[in-house]
């Protein structure tokens, strides 16, 4: 069992920067590939950005936060950030972090937190 709390986020004028954390439990962080995935007001839940279990060799952006997010993560911290730089409109939702298999499928993680609010003023 893997219990995940996500922080970080916040009101932010377009152009500014946020950075999320999700602090996991468990011994086991190290074996999960992280995601974040967002969900804005009526529209469905997407990934943002996925790192790879172990030491995060591989990670993923999707097409609108790429070369503007970053995700990493520590290990020895057992926990996964999210860099969210040059933030647009856009880019308001609800973001949450997931635990599970490497992957873009939210089907894939099995573990969520409750999600931190991201918003950003035009």
């Known amino acids: 069992q893997v219990q995940l709390v996500e922080s970080g986020g916040g009101l932010v004028q377009a152009g500014g920067s946020l950075r999320l954390s999700c602090a996991a439990s468990?011994?086991?962080?190290?074996?999960?590939?992280m995601g974040w995935f967002r969900q804005a007001p009526g529209k469905e839940r997407e990934v943002v950005a996925a790192?790879?279990?172990?030491?995060?060799?591989?990670?993923y952006y999707a097409d609108s936060v790429k070369g503007r997010f970053t995700i990493s993560r520590d290990n020895s911290k057992n926990t996964v950030y999210l860099q969210m730089n040059s933030l647009k409109p856009e880019d308001t939702a609800v973001y949450y972090c997931?635990?599970?298999?490497?992957?873009?499928?939210?089907?894939?993680?099995?573990?969520w937190g409750k999600g931190t609010q991201v918003t950003v003023s035009s």
């Open positions: 997931a635990a599970g298999c490497w992957g873009t499928s939210d089907l894939l993680y099995d573990y």
């Open positions: 468990g011994r086991t962080f190290s074996s999960y590939a």
């Open positions: 790192i790879s279990w172990g030491h995060g060799g591989t990670t």
